[in-house]
Each structure stands twice: as structure tokens, then as C-alpha cells.
């Protein structure tokens, strides 16, 4: 059989070879990545040529739990019908890192300036990031220790969203390592509230504040799959 992850697979993709086989066979895949759409044909290659069958399709493994780790985290949510990118045949969702950044951050690089990163929904996370970090430039700050994340050698890591962010403290517990007492319970969201504020939420009980960008507060960097 030969197998690829867009329609109609042909032996220059991955597959399996098996010699002097007639009628029913049996083949077995391997290597394939989890919760992701594969097409499949089977083939008989002969001094004539090479045939295909008729194609057949799957979704491997089904998604880990919240709290499970994946991909370089641990996952934190699952989009549901309604999210933006739901897709009801290949499961999406966040990945948060598995501890906060190893020390408390200001959210700008000293400069207060308006970045544009004011979008709050699921999936603007990654885009607040990197407007943060074009407008803000070089230094150590929230979104940049963030993007510079690379958990299981991913590259997207990002600052999460006022959304994302809610969707972590939510499933707090799950996931684990967030502070959850007392007066340093605060992580930065990549949401810009004004030019010297931006959102923070306290994980304690999901309470929003517009902070002022200079001060110190938690950071957990988000990806999505």
C-alpha cells in the first residue's frame, strides 16, 4: 500500500513493499504522526506497470486528554464547534509549556508605545507576539522570552492571548505548574490594553485587570496544533 497525507498516493510516497503476494494481503504502516488525515491506496507493481486501487482514508490515533503531554507541552484545550479553527475531522487545540518562564517579566521593553497586539480571541495569540516584538525590538520581555521558547523543538511558542490565556487558568489544574495563591498569581496575556497597559489575569480565580506593561508578572508560552 502507499500512503500520503493528500489525496490520490502514489509509490513516489511512502509505502510498503511486499513481494510474490497474490489475493488478499495484509500490510502494515507505521511512523505515522497522530490525529492527522491519511489517504491510502493499495498497489500492484508488475513488468507492465503499476496499479492503484481504490483510495480509503483515516484520521490516526485519537487526540491525548487535556493534561497529557504532546508535541512539546502539555495540552491545555481542545477547540470545540464555534472556536475559530474548530475542524470536526482533525482535532486542534493549545499546547501550553510545561512550567511558567524561570522568573517573573515586564511585558514591554521599558518602552511604553502602542503595539497593535489588542486582538483577544483564540488563534490571535501568535500574531500579538510578533507585532509586539516588531514594534517593542530587541530585549528580554514577555513576548520575546515567549517566541524564544522551543519545547520539543517547535518554533511557534508563543504569548498567549487574553482568550488563550483564559482557556490555561480554566485548566489550570490539568495542566499544572501555574502559581494559584497569593499576591504573584498574575500572568501576562500578549493582549494590549492601552499604550502602558496590557491584560493579566489572576490564576487564582480568572480575574482581568489592565496592568501596567512594566511591571513583573508570570509568563506561559502557548502553541497550538
Known amino acids: 500500500v502507499c500512503w500520503s497525507t493528500t489525496p490520490n498516493p502514489t509509490t513516489a510516497d511512502s509505502k510498503t513493499i511486499q513481494s510474490g503476494t497474490t489475493g488478499s494481503f495484509t500490510s502494515n504502516i507505521t511512523g505515522l504522526t497522530p490525529i492527522t488525515l491519511y489517504y491510502v491506496r493499495a498497489y500492484a507493481t508488475s513488468a507492465g506497470g503499476t496499479g492503484y486501487g481504490a483510495q480509503v482514508s483515516f484520521t490516526t490515533a485519537s487526540l491525548p486528554q487535556i ?3 504532546f508535541q512539546g507541552g502539555i495540552i491545555a484545550y481542545i477547540l470545540q464547534p464555534g472556536d475559530p479553527g474548530y475542524d470536526a475531522n482533525v482535532p486542534h487545540g493549545i499546547i501550553a509549556a510545561t512550567a511558567d518562564y524561570s522568573v517573573r517579566i515586564i511585558w514591554n521593553n521599558g518602552s511604553n508605545i502602542t503595539t497593535g497586539a489588542t486582538a483577544t480571541a483564540l488563534g490571535t495569540g501568535l500574531s500579538n507576539t ?11 520581555y514577555a513576548a520575546s522570552v515567549a517566541r524564544n521558547h522551543n519545547g520539543g523543538g517547535y518554533t511557534d511558542w508563543h504569548l498567549p492571548s487574553k482568550n488563550e490565556l483564559e482557556k490555561l487558568i480554566i485548566n489550570k489544574n490539568a495542566i ?10 498574575w500572568y501576562y496575556s500578549s493582549s494590549e490594553s492601552a499604550s502602558d497597559k496590557a491584560w493579566l489575569i489572576y490564576a487564582v480565580d480568572g480575574t482581568w485587570y489592565a496592568n501596567p506593561k512594566q511591571e513583573t508578572w508570570n509568563v506561559r508560552p502557548i502553541r497550538f496544533f
Open 67 to 69: 493534561g497529557e503531554f
Open 130 to 140: 510578533n507585532a509586539i516584538i516588531a514594534a517593542q525590538g530587541a530585549g528580554s
Open 176 to 185: 499544572g505548574g501555574f502559581v494559584t495563591s497569593g499576591s504573584t498569581a
